[in-house]
């Protein structure tokens, strides 16, 4: 899809021409069914991996190919490449940008630095241009696998009903420059219409544990009590999904809900008096040095 099959003005008249990108690859099933949803009410440009590239954050390359195939640009680059790319690179800018629909949730502050499909959707917000980082979830098992058996059709539906309230909200001074999305998704059909929608914020949990494993050094990640949603009890130690604050991300997962994060970009300064006086002592430190 080039940007030339779509209908314009299906989603409203600010809305034309919307970028589709992921971090599973240009083949993954839950890019072609945002692609094909999309398509069916505005030019849909499609700007991809050629391959997975999950977990690579905003990471940028400076020198990328591509490939023009019959779903759209095959890059050899990173998901923030093909945000860029796409925006910057081609003969028209779009009004939008889908990252998604990923295999599995992106939920809470360190996953979401850590996330290719949400590192997509920051590049575009830097550039100016609003995104939604669409990630689906099993509701039993967290991860839906395998990836094919599984419809997304109703996550690309909450993406498009979202975008004009994005794109109103990018508009406006204190508005989002982007979502954070995850929508429950099923096998061979859509679970979504039956979900409570929320808007939630993600929280920081994370801890990692570092062991020998044979000579080789083993990182163990924990993310919060989402990562015990799909069993009876957390592990020692843990806090019990039971523990999640309904508007977190992570609550919504618990709950079975399509969790929306609204969301923006820089990264916002803090008022911090200790840092503040460590510069002042370091000040003085030198002026008497030179006095």
Sequence with gaps: MDGTDGRAGGLGEAIEHVLVTNDDGIGGHGLRAVADRLST?????????????????????RRISYEV???GYAVDGMP???AAFGL????????????GCNHGPNVGSYVLGQSGTVGAAVEAAWLDVPAVALSAYDPGSLLPR??????????????????PALVESHRRESGA????????????????????????????????TVRDDDGDILFENYYGPQNRLAEDSPAPGELPPSSLP????????????????????PV????????????????????????
């Design 88 to 99: 910057r690179g081609l003969d028209s800018t779009p009004d939008a940008v889908v990252s």
């Design 246 to 265: 309904a508007d977190s991300e992570q609550g919504a997962l618990r709950d079975g809900a399509i969790s929306v994060s609204p969301l923006s970009v």
């Design 69 to 71: 195939t019959d779903t």
């Design 41 to 61: 009410v505005v030019d849909v440009t499609v700007v991809a991996p050629e391959g997975n590239v999950s977990g690579v954050g905003r990471t940028r390359q």
């Design 80 to 82: 923030a490449d093909c």
């Design 177 to 208: 420059d982007l979502l954070n999305v995850n929508v429950p998704v099923g096998r061979g059909e859509p679970v979504a219409d039956d979900a409570p929608m929320r808007v939630t914020e993600p929280r920081d949990f994370y801890g990692t």
């Design 268 to 291: 916002a300064p803090v008022d911090c008096p200790v840092i503040d006086r460590a510069v002042e002592e370091r000040n003085d430190r030198r002026e008497r040095s030179v006095a």
């Design 146 to 163: 395998p990836e094919a058996e599984f419809c997304y059709a109703g996550a690309a539906d909450v993406a498009a009903s979202l975008l």
